[in-house]
Every structure is written in C-alpha cells, then in structure tokens.
C-alpha cells in the first residue's frame, strides 16, 4: 500500500509540474491545504475518491491512467530505442515529415489567432482537430498526422505536449500561464513565422477555413461543437479517434455536403 501511494504521489507531481502548477494552486483547486497536498506527493497522504476525480478533471486524464490501471500512449519524435521491449507501452512515433509539418502548422496558427484572447491551449487543440480531419475528409491524405484521444473536454491532439516541449527548448514558442475571464489559461505565443514552403496551398487553405470559422469560439463552446462531430461521436472514451469516421459526417461538419 504504502508503495503504491508513492507512486500515485509522484504521478501527481510530475503533472502538476507538466501544467506548470505550484502547490498552492493545485491545492486550491483540489480544496485542501498545501501541506497536504504535499504529505501526497511524498506518498504520506491517501489520496480520497472525490480528489482523484478533481485531479482527472485538473489533468485531463482518466482515473484509471492516474492509478496506472490504463497506460496513456508514450509519444516518440522520430526515434526507434533498440532493444526496448515494444510491448511495455503503447507508443506513438512521430516520423519526422509529420513532425516538421505539424510544428509549422501550429505557428501557422499561433501567428495567426494566437493573441486573441480566447485562444488558449484547449482552442488550439479543436482547431488542430478540425484542420486534421477537415483535410482528410477533403484529400483522404493526412495533414499533421497527428492522434487524437477523445477526452472529456474534446479531441486531444497525443503528440502535442511532446512537440511543444521539444518546441520551447528550439525556442520556437513560448509557453504563458493566463486568464480568460478569471479561469486559469495556458497560451502559446510564436517566436518565428512558420515556414510556408513546408504547406501546400491546399492546406493552407483548410487552415484558414477552419480558422475563419472556429477561432473566435471560447473553450466551451469549442468543445461543445467538437462533441456533436461524428468522429467523435462514434469512439469510445479514451480512446484514438479514427480518422475514417469523417467520412459519415454530417452537415454543419461534412466538407462534401454541398
């Protein structure tokens, strides 16, 4: 018991690290006192059934992947580990085409929308979302490339922390803790312009469409549009959703109907 409390409270810890969290703001959000979040993350503490689900909610995670009982999806940017055991996790390789073309597209995006004020990371992951899917259903041929898990709060883009963290370190973008109508933000601003020589004019397109329609709607609405999308409606939680559904969409969301 006492191990697995260990392990719970060091999860925890790296995701709260990962969301750029302090303490004093978890705690707040979970509605306990610092140092109790802190006997939990020295494995001191048990963690009771009503926090665990605050923290799913915080972290966007299912109770299950906290308590280990269903691994999340380990993403690698173009890198093979030989002699690794591939069965240990699922695990997302990112070939480095699709690696270049979705860090383009994503600054294609933040140079675009990204200082508008509603754009925070949840906006940005619809708008990938309908670009990837939107295109697919146009082209039958991938855009980013990118997974997409359906999550409570809509698709999720699996590669996206990775990415972004390889993308801070190159300095490419920044990363900004905000507030949107006094709830708590994470937004990415550009530090270069993307390099168009890497977008077709058809994707270039498809982005702007789905810029032009999408980008001034705020998280919850975003969301909310997401969850009506075929794709999403027909995979179950947690899970990858197939870019094959896009082709049983329906008006507002099929690009084919006329």
């Known amino acids: 018991m006492a191990e697995l409390k260990a392990l719970l409270g060091a999860k925890i810890k790296k995701l709260r690290e990962q969301h750029g969290m302090s303490q004093e703001k978890l705690a707040a959000l979970l509605n306990i006192k610092r140092s109790s979040l802190s006997q939990v993350e020295r494995g001191g503490r048990d963690v009771k059934s009503g926090e665990l689900i605050k923290l799913s909610t915080v972290f966007d995670i299912s109770v299950d992947e ?19 055991d591939e069965n240990v996790h699922i695990r997302i390789s990112v070939p ?8 383009e597209v994503l600054l294609y995006i933040l140079n675009k929308v990204g200082a508008k004020p509603n754009v925070g990371e949840t906006v940005i992951y619809k708008l990938l979302y309908f670009m990837d899917f939107d295109f697919y259903e146009l082209f039958e041929e991938q855009l980013t490339g990118a997974s997409y898990r359906k999550n409570h709060h809509g698709p999720t883009p699996v590669e996206f922390a990775k990415i972004v963290e390889e993308m801070i370190a190159n300095n490419e973008i920044e990363k900004i803790k905000s507030k949107y109508f006094d709830y708590p933000q994470t937004k990415y601003l550009p530090l270069r312009q993307p390099r ?3 977008l077709k004019a058809n ?30 409606l027909t995979t179950g939680d947690r899970e990858i959703i197939d870019y094959e559904a896009v082709f049983y969409r329906t008006s507002p969301y099929s690009q084919r109907c006329d």
């Open 66 to 84: 906290l308590l280990d009982r269903k691994k999340s999806p380990e993403v690698i940017l173009d890198k093979k580990e030989p002699g690794k």
């Open 96 to 103: 480095q085409k699709n690696l270049k073309k979705f860090k």
């Open 196 to 198: 168009l020589e890497f």
């Open 203 to 232: 994707e270039q397109k498809v982005i702007d469409d789905v810029l032009n329609r999408l980008s001034d709607m705020n998280a919850g609405r975003i969301s909310e549009y997401s969850h009506k999308d075929v794709p999403w």
